[in-house]
Each structure stands twice: as structure tokens, then as C-alpha cells.
């Protein structure tokens, strides 16, 4: 069974600094690299941000932040409402999610002579740390985008600058009195939980340490309230297409073929011209760098690698 405490331990083996975020506090891991012989001295930081869902949490990025932490500085952010982060008890906008995320940027430029930086954003958080690198771009060196969502075969996302997918019945239900923390006790039960992992993975085996964190944050108090605005798609864009357009660094997509998570048929749209590097992981779910982490590591070194060799 999982933890069944309120208390919510670091979801990473590191230090954990807080930050003023759109949403109040934020929490921002960070690793204390200790180089190996023939890392880069004075390597880039990079900035690792965790998709979002009912359970989510930097645990989510705790293969890369670990293999990463011993070669270079690295930080792992709790979007608002998530993790160690400050769970308001309000509706989060996808304007908010984005300021997290630049903010968390510009904290780590700050911290390291203000250079710019490298982010990996996973499945729905591709959208905020492509926006903020458009709105921000002198912030970052490079995206790599695990997952990232809006490239589903069929959908246009070209609507107005900053419009999202929200759907205010389902906002106004999920709100209404007792129905949102209901469904949400529904949907994080330890079996349901579990149930929409081996989606996530496409298989019944899954990370079980990932398992056990998703159930115990999802038990702090205010837990909901971030969730409730993922379900009622408040916090997908639906410009991002124009805003994936727009992203002027260097890309690297990666992404599995097995799940609930395959349909990319409109990157090819949207990276046309822009020279993105796309690393299809065969057999692999939507949080890839779990299943084979060497060679997510191993595509993702080279990525980085290959930019400060230009």
C-alpha cells in the first residue's frame, strides 16, 4: 500500500529552494553536481519541468534530473499546485503555468552569471516552456519537448495569442459544490492511479517509486485545485501551434510509440523549416528516460553537445 501520511517529502535527492511564483511559492530542486572526469567544466545549467495531470510532480523527472546531476548543474521545478509547490485554492490559467516557468528560468540564469540555460519540458509542460522561450527567448539555449502535447493528427491550434482550450461547463461542474474534490478523490484512488500509469507507459509494468509518490501528493491538502484546471483544459493552449512555430533555439523532440501517447501526425507542420531533431524511442511510453534511460541520455547529451560545438 502507499504511504498513507500527510506530509509530503522532496519528491528528489536534493535541495530544495523556494522562489515567489504567479501562484505563490514555488519549489525548485537542485542537484549538487559532483563532474566526472571529462565533463565540461562550467557546463550549462538545464532546467527540467514535469507534465501535468492529477498526480504529477517533479518525481516524474527523477531519471534525468539523477543521471544529469552528476555532470552539470540541474534543477527540477513543482509547477503551481503540484508537488512542494503553494496549492492556492484557485483556478491556474495557463498564463500562470508559463510565469512559473520562466520565473524558475530566470532564477537559474541568475544563479549561474546569466547565461543562458537548456529546459526539458514533458508532455503538457512543452506548451509553457515553448511559450516562455518565444516571450523570453534571451532565457534559454535549447527545448527538448518528451511528449509534447497540441501535435495530435487532425487538430489546427492556430486560435488567437495566449487562447486556450478551456471548457467553461465543464469549469462551472467541477466547481460546483463538492463535485471537483469528489472526482478527484475518484481519479487518484492507489488503483487508479496505478491504472492510468501503465497507460502512460503502454505496459503493466511501471516505475513503482513514481507509483508511491503520485499517491502521497496527491493526499496533501489542496491537491485539487491545480487538476480540476487540467481537467476542464484550461491549461492547454489552443494557439500552440503558432507558438511552436515561432520557438527560435534549437529543438529536440523525443517520444515513444507505445500508450496512450503516439499521435504526433502535426509535428511535421509545425517543425517544417526549423530544423528540430525528432527521436522516436520504438517501444517506449511517454515518460521514455524511465524505460531506457541511456539512451534517452545518450540522444540527449549529443543534442546539447552538438550546440556548443557550433
Known amino acids: 500500500m502507499p504511504p498513507s501520511e500527510p506530509s509530503l517529502p522532496p519528491a528528489l535527492r536534493a535541495q530544495v529552494h523556494t522562489l515567489a511564483g504567479p501562484t505563490g511559492a514555488l519549489a525548485l530542486y537542485a542537484a549538487a553536481p559532483q563532474p566526472a572526469a571529462g565533463a565540461a567544466e562550467g557546463a550549462p545549467p538545464v532546467l527540467l519541468v514535469h507534465s501535468v495531470n492529477a498526480a504529477a510532480s517533479a518525481a516524474e523527472v527523477r531519471p534525468v534530473f539523477d543521471e544529469l546531476g552528476r555532470e552539470r548543474p540541474v534543477y527540477a521545478l513543482d509547477l503551481p499546485g503540484y508537488g512542494l509547490s503553494e496549492r492556492r485554492a484557485q483556478a491556474y490559467t495557463l498564463r500562470q503555468m508559463t510565469d512559473a516557468v520562466t520565473a524558475a528560468a530566470r532564477w537559474v540564469q541568475a544563479r549561474h552569471g546569466g547565461a543562458p540555460l537548456h529546459v526539458i519540458g514533458v508532455s503538457l509542460a512543452s506548451e509553457f516552456v515553448a511559450r516562455s522561450s518565444v516571450e523570453q527567448a534571451s532565457l534559454y539555449s535549447s527545448l527538448a519537448l518528451v511528449s509534447p502535447t497540441g501535435l495530435r493528427g487532425g487538430q489546427v491550434l ?103 501517447f503516439t499521435d504526433y501526425r502535426a509535428l511535421p507542420t509545425v517543425s517544417a523549416g526549423h530544423g528540430w531533431r525528432v527521436h522516436v524511442m520504438r517501444d517506449a511510453g511517454a515518460l521514455p528516460y524511465f524505460e531506457r534511460p541511456d539512451e534517452f541520455m545518450g540522444v540527449y547529451r549529443t543534442f546539447i553537445g552538438d550546440l556548443h560545438c557550433r
Open 158 to 260: 492556430a486560435g488567437p495569442p495566449g487562447s486556450t482550450r478551456f471548457v467553461r461547463a465543464v469549469d462551472r461542474l467541477l466547481r460546483g459544490p463538492g463535485w471537483g474534490a469528489w472526482l478527484f478523490r475518484q481519479l487518484t484512488r492507489p488503483g487508479v492511479i496505478r491504472y492510468f500509469l501503465r497507460r502512460t507507459w503502454g505496459r503493466r509494468e511501471i516505475d513503482e517509486a513514481l507509483w508511491a509518490y503520485c499517491c502521497l501528493t496527491t493526499r496533501q491538502p489542496g491537491a485539487e485545485h491545480a487538476p480540476l484546471s487540467f481537467l476542464s483544459a484550461g491549461l492547454f493552449a489552443a494557439d500552440i501551434h503558432r507558438v511552436y512555430g515561432r520557438i527560435d533555439v534549437p529543438v529536440l523532440v523525443v517520444h515513444g510509440t507505445r500508450g496512450d
